[in-house]
């Protein structure tokens, strides 16, 4: 096994100032030490390393061949250490490091994929890793330590007051209905979900989308009446296209999908759905964290920003 420690760091400075400015007095004045400092931790440096370092050379000394290698090697070592000091000076501001982050499939393409760009223009040593994940599993991660930050849906989240996380709004994403594109509500002025209450209805037959659609209808005043069943927008979009039923859509999850689809906002009783990111208590101070957070609030701003029309 290597003796690490006969590799000293400080006096390996000493010996690469000397091999720089040719005399002990010189390198002394340099490291605001006295000559006989210097001397000294270079003849403890030999004798660590068991080579002779230095030999007389009139009324000087120089570097001996073994002394040469010795800082071929060192050079080495002193670039690496200031990659690490710079690195981790990065980690200190928040600039370097890495940051796991859980989210629900519509929020990955949408949010954490564009505020990963944005950090990759600004923080390129920030490195965020993406694990797609629903609710119930992302907190379950995030409460384990296997991904550092959470983005779920506000109403499938832990509470405000769970002392194990904290909560940060994002966006209020709109709710809007997706008919098929010969449907003849696709152009009525002024639709209302109520308006659509006799409609057959596609959504899942369990979990989050399938009690935000009933909550939504029944808030404006029906229950909806299930035609199909399906959890993922490629499919619920093929069937509304199809004329197989209408379904209500998050706006982030339909961008640029389905031609064959007529996406109506419903200005009257817009529903919206919360969509929140977690991290544990107190990593929220962390600066990584706080930089991926503060890329998915402006990303999130953006979106809010965006006017749809119809």
């Known amino acids: 096994?290597?003796?690490?420690?006969?590799?000293?760091?400080?006096?390996?400075?000493?010996?690469?100032?000397?091999?720089?400015?040719?005399?002990?007095?010189?390198?002394?004045?340099?490291?605001?030490?006295?000559?006989?400092?210097?001397?000294?931790?270079?003849?403890?440096?030999?004798?660590?390393?068991?080579?002779?370092?230095?030999?007389?050379?009139?009324?000087?000394?120089?570097?001996?061949?073994?002394?040469?290698?010795?800082?071929?090697?060192?050079?080495?070592?002193?670039?690496?250490?200031?990659?690490?000091?710079?690195?981790?000076?990065?980690?200190?501001?928040?600039?370097?490091?890495?940051?796991?982050?859980?989210?629900?499939?519509?929020?990955?393409?949408?949010?954490?994929?564009?505020?990963?760009?944005?950090l990759r223009a600004s923080r390129p040593g920030l490195e965020v890793r993406v694990r797609e994940a629903e609710a119930a599993e992302a907190y379950e991660l995030l409460s384990s330590g296997a991904v550092d930050l959470a983005l779920s849906l506000a109403a499938h989240a832990p509470t405000a007051r769970d002392p194990k996380f904290a909560r940060v709004p994002l966006l209020a994403d709109p709710l809007d209905v997706a008919l098929p594109a010969g449907h003849p509500l696709a152009d009525a002025p002024g639709l209302r979900l109520a308006d659509l209450s006799g409609e057959p209805w596609i959504f899942g037959g369990s979990g989050p989308w399938s009690e935000i659609t009933t909550t939504a209808c029944e808030a404006a005043g029906f229950v909806p009446e299930q035609a199909h069943s399906a959890a993922g927008w490629t499919a619920i979009l093929a069937m509304v296209e199809a004329g197989m039923g209408i379904a209500l859509v998050p706006r982030m999850a339909v961008a640029g999908r389905a031609s064959g689809v007529a996406v109506r906002v419903l200005h009257a009783d817009q529903p919206r759905r919360h969509v929140v990111a977690a991290v544990r208590r107190g990593a929220e101070e962390g600066l990584a964290v706080a930089r991926v957070l503060g890329a998915l609030r402006e990303v999130a701003a953006v979106r809010a920003d965006q006017k749809v029309n119809r």
């Open 1 to 118: 096994m290597a003796e690490w420690d006969r590799w000293d760091i400080k006096k390996l400075r000493i010996l690469r100032t000397l091999s720089e400015y040719g005399t002990v007095t010189a390198t002394a004045e340099v490291l605001m030490m006295t000559p006989s400092a210097v001397s000294q931790q270079l003849t403890n440096l030999a004798r660590q390393l068991g080579v002779t370092l230095l030999e007389a050379h009139g009324r000087r000394v120089r570097l001996t061949d073994a002394a040469h290698l010795v800082l071929r090697h060192a050079d080495g070592v002193f670039a690496q250490l200031e990659r690490a000091d710079a690195a981790l000076a990065g980690y200190l501001r928040g600039d370097a490091g890495e940051v796991r982050v859980g989210a629900f499939s519509t929020a990955v393409p949408a949010l954490v994929v564009p505020a990963v760009a944005r």
